[in-house]
């Protein structure tokens, strides 16, 4: 294949989206809709995306990094003017150019893939993408000659009724020559309302020399939902949702209601695991094979394992391996890892903290800042105390202890191997391995045996 760039064209304000945050960073799915197309130039093989930026440029450059490059548009002097921002960067580096919209986030790659190939099967001067569609959406309508030749693009407010009644859009999606593009951008003419340069002018600039022009038609108008409005991101949402929805299924993933079920684009689950009603999968989250989330789950960014059962439950930024229970009503927070076998009873919250392998947690408790060595017994109404009021600090628990219910444990604190504390215990001084402390304050009242 030969070299070609991309064009991301991202630089308007959105000013209908009446938004402090730029179009093209509102999020479709979990993901800003300028991800969708730094993605789609990706898959469809371009070696250099540059990104035109301009209205919250700042912004967009700190969501991308330095996965692309960017060219400033100062002033919004139209889409030609926008590609010519970029010739700098393009001009010696790519035989051809790709460019097409950030704030079209239902572009598949693989449509834009085709057109790509296609440009380059025929060698072809300019190539771009329509649709036929009831749904004119108020594009521009692809005039053609009576051979069937793209020959020109209408825009909506200047056609004629005869032009109206054609079906064929242009969603501005093209793929050029680079050397003819930048030759040709400075032949556009600035448009005579708003004194802009329009891309779809290299159209019939392209026909008048008898250069080669062709076109990739599909029918899926869904794909060029363009985003101006909260109303048209609210419509893509839900497009992109059913799609996501429809990929998980089909790759084995049991949905018990796929409407209420709300699942980001970047979410991965494995093979039979079991959604249920309600449930939000958000971010950059992984459940594991067989596991089983929900009802009225919401999880983010966090690793669920294999064979786990999460009921009606909050997580966010945490692992768990696999076989892990919890809930109903758990609240896991950032830095909580549960290794295998882990059980949360109701209501329990863990933040910042390690559990063993098999630890039992019991209802109505709090581990924050903590250790728990492996099969260990929180009972119920534990509270680590992790806060002086200035400073957090940890609270260490060894393997095989069993806290009594409704214990105090007052950090800094260590208790060691398979020591115990009594029901109500507050516990301000560390405990040694083999040892039971009751009382307020606790203390250690005996030892106990090594083998427990």
């Known amino acids: 294949m030969q070299t070609f760039a991309a064009v991301i064209l991202a630089a308007g304000q959105g000013t209908r989206m009446k938004s402090k945050l730029a179009k093209v960073l509102h999020p479709i799915a979990g993901r800003p809709m300028v991800e969708y197309a730094v993605d789609a130039a990706k898959f469809a093989g371009a070696e250099k995306t540059v990104v035109v930026i301009g209205h919250q440029g700042a912004h967009v450059r700190a969501q991308l990094g ?143 020399q008898n250069a080669r022009v062709e076109t990739e038609t599909i029918g899926d108008a869904a794909q060029c939902v363009g985003i101006n409005t909260r109303v048209q991101l609210a419509r893509a949402e839900k497009i992109m949702r059913d799609r996501i929805r429809e990929r998980i299924m089909l790759n ?47 999880i983010s960014d966090s690793v669920i394992g294999d064979a786990c059962k999460i009921g009606p439950s909050v997580i966010e930024s945490a692992i768990l391996e696999d076989h892990v229970e919890m809930g109903p009503f758990c609240h896991l927070r950032p830095g909580a890892y549960l290794a295998r076998h882990v059980h949360l009873g109701n209501y329990a919250e863990v933040k910042k903290s390690r559990l063993g392998e098999g630890v039992h947690m019991g209802h109505f408790s709090y581990l924050g800042d903590a250790d728990v060595g492996a099969h260990t017994n929180i009972g119920a109404g534990t509270i680590t105390c992790n806060y002086d009021g200035k400073n957090k600090h940890r609270t260490i628990i060894g393997e095989n202890v069993f806290i009594g219910s409704d214990s105090m ?44």
Request: charged share 20%; net charge negative; glycine share 6%.
């Open 409 to 452: 444990l007052v950090a800094p604190l260590t208790i060691g191997n398979n020591a115990r504390t009594g029901a109500g215990a507050v516990v301000t001084k560390d405990i040694p391995p083999n040892s039971l402390a009751v009382g307020v304050p606790a203390r250690v009242i005996r030892k106990l045996s090594d083998n427990p």
């Open 66 to 208: 330095e996965r692309v490059a960017y060219a400033e548009q100062p002033i919004l002097r139209g889409t030609g003017d926008a590609v010519k921002c970029a010739r700098g960067i393009l001009e010696k580096n790519s035989a051809h150019v790709l460019v097409f919209y950030a704030d079209m986030p239902l572009l598949k790659p693989e449509t834009v893939r085709a057109v790509v190939e296609k440009h380059l099967a025929t060698n072809a001067i300019l190539t771009m993408l329509t649709v036929v569609s009831d749904d004119t959406m108020n594009f521009g309508r692809i005039v053609r000659d009576a051979n069937g030749k793209a020959i020109r693009i209408v825009e909506e407010v200047e056609a004629t009724p005869q032009v109206l009644a054609i079906h064929e859009i242009n969603p501005g999606v093209y793929c050029f020559d680079a050397q003819w593009l930048w030759e040709n951008l400075e032949r556009i003419q600035p448009s005579p309302k708003k004194g802009e340069y329009y891309l779809t002018d290299l159209l019939e600039l392209a026909v008048a």
């Open 252 to 298: 084995g993933v049991t949905l018990l209601d796929p409407a209420s079920s709300f699942i980001d684009a970047d979410v991965e689950i494995g093979q039979d695991a079991v959604i249920f009603p309600n449930t939000h999968l958000q971010g950059k989250t992984r459940i594991g094979a067989e596991s089983s989330i929900g009802p009225n789950a919401i």
